[in-house]
């Protein structure tokens, strides 16, 4: 048996990847040939990935690790008996991994820093050689970022929202119709629906809805509803919400047709009229490498 250190290399499917590589997409082909804007920096995005992650297996490669590679953060995987769990490609594939990672810490790789977020990937291609050897190591700063339980209907349907849930009509342009419970309050709401998150994901969408940033050491969960419907000038008493870590949310569902989004827009949970739901602090933080609590700190 081998007694090199395991490491899950989880690798982000690039839009060139998807669909012209992988689907022959003859709307995408056809716009990139006239080079139309929408599609101006796939060439170049997917370039940058492709030289990310080759530097990355060389890496590991020569810290004579094993590697097992995902291809697509969509993919099921289980990272059992890993060293390190890394991801390469930007917040958005580090999120779709983190829901299969438990105890394992977390690295995460910015592979085209000028087209997408990496927020939480302390990675990149100038300083790949230096943090993935401290991450093998032990030396590598470590935190713990808080995730959130949701619970519908009395059954835990995740214990490993890192980011935040958007909890919603499943048509946009629907009202949201909900009863909102906390800390002994009562509301019953209309609204685009709400967001609701952890420190981790107050900088987000939370944020641009009008939240607060929390610092990433936080335990708090924080609920921002999205454009409160509020007739003849009332207000919400429950339109933004700081919540405890050993406090819940509970919503009541007054729609025949709700959804909750978690960590965007791939891992969603449908419900129906009357279905509850309850929002609380997990139990399972997430260890990710290389980052501070102090906001955009990054040990380099």
């Not at 085209?112 to 401290?134: D, K, M, Q, T």
């Not at 909890?167 to 906390?182: G, K, M, N, Q, W």
């Not at 339109?239 to 965007?264: E, P, Q, Y």
Request: aromatic letters at 4%; one cysteine or more.
């Amino acid at each position: 048996m081998s007694s090199a250190p395991l490491v899950v290399l989880v690798a982000k499917r690039s839009q060139y990847q998807r669909h012209v590589r992988d689907r022959r997409d003859e709307r995408a082909i056809e716009l990139l040939a006239r080079h139309d804007p929408v599609v101006a920096r796939w060439r170049k995005a997917d370039k940058a990935h492709q030289q990310t992650l080759d530097q990355v297996q060389n890496e590991l490669a020569r810290l004579g690790t094993e590697i097992r590679l995902v291809t697509s953060p969509a993919e099921r995987f289980t990272p059992r008996g890993a060293a390190l769990v890394m991801t390469v490609g930007g917040d958005g594939t580090l999120l779709a991994a983190s829901h299969r990672v438990g105890e394992q810490p977390l690295l995460g790789v910015n592979s085209s820093p000028e087209h997408s977020v990496g927020y939480f990937c302390a990675a990149n291609s100038g300083n790949l050689r230096s943090l993935i050897a401290r991450a093998l190591d032990g030396t590598l700063q470590r935190l713990r970022l808080t995730r959130m339980n949701v619970i519908v209907n009395e059954r835990l349907r995740s214990a490993r929202v890192l980011n935040e849930v958007l909890y919603t009509h499943s048509i946009p342009a629907a009202v949201s119709r909900y009863i909102l419970e906390f800390d002994g309050q009562r509301e019953e709401q209309r609204s685009s629906g709400f967001w609701i998150g952890t420190a981790a994901g107050s900088t987000g969408a939370i944020r641009s809805a009008g939240g607060r940033v929390l610092s990433l050491a936080s335990h708090q969960l924080e609920l921002v509803v999205r454009e409160p419907y509020t007739p003849f000038g009332a207000t919400l008493a429950m339109r933004r919400l700081i919540v405890a870590a050993n406090a819940a949310v509970t919503v009541s569902t007054k729609m025949d047709r709700g959804v909750l989004f978690l960590d965007g827009p791939f891992r969603r949970i449908q419900l129906r009229l009357g279905d509850v739901v309850r929002f609380t602090v997990s139990d399972e933080s997430l260890t990710v490498l290389g980052l501070s609590a102090r906001r955009r700190k990054l040990v380099l």
